[in-house]
């Protein structure tokens, strides 16, 4: 298994996010005239919900879409699933925490 930094995972997919949406926004500026459409097609697309509200029309446009789909897809899906780890890990060591701390007060 791979193992990845939590804050290079964080910092890596929030500056993909970031240069996506400014990139998307300079190259389509006609589809995309304003930076928060930028940032809603890129959250759409690498969270794969995809509402088709807005999508790219010129090839290079469709180039960035389809760099979102191989490694924004997969990027957000390693730290999501990273985060519901970290909530597992927490889970389980915070029971165990709690019924010590009630057993040894009782």
């Keep these: 298994m791979v193992k990845i930094n939590n804050y290079v995972l964080f910092i890596s997919s929030a500056l993909l996010v970031l ?18 459409d930028g940032f809603w097609w890129v959250m759409t697309t690498v969270t794969t919900v995809g509402y088709g509200d807005y999508f790219p ?3 290079a446009g469709r180039i960035i879409g389809i760099f979102l789909y191989i490694f924004g897809i997969g990027l957000i899906g390693i730290a999501i699933g ?21 057993t040894n007060s009782i």
């Design 82 to 102: 990273k985060i519901v780890d970290g909530l597992t890990v927490f889970r389980k060591k915070g029971w165990k925490v709690i019924l010590c701390t009630k």
């Design 19 to 36: 240069f996506s949406s400014i990139l998307i926004v300079i190259v389509e500026n006609d589809t995309f005239p304003t930076l928060f």
């Design 57 to 59: 029309v010129s090839p």
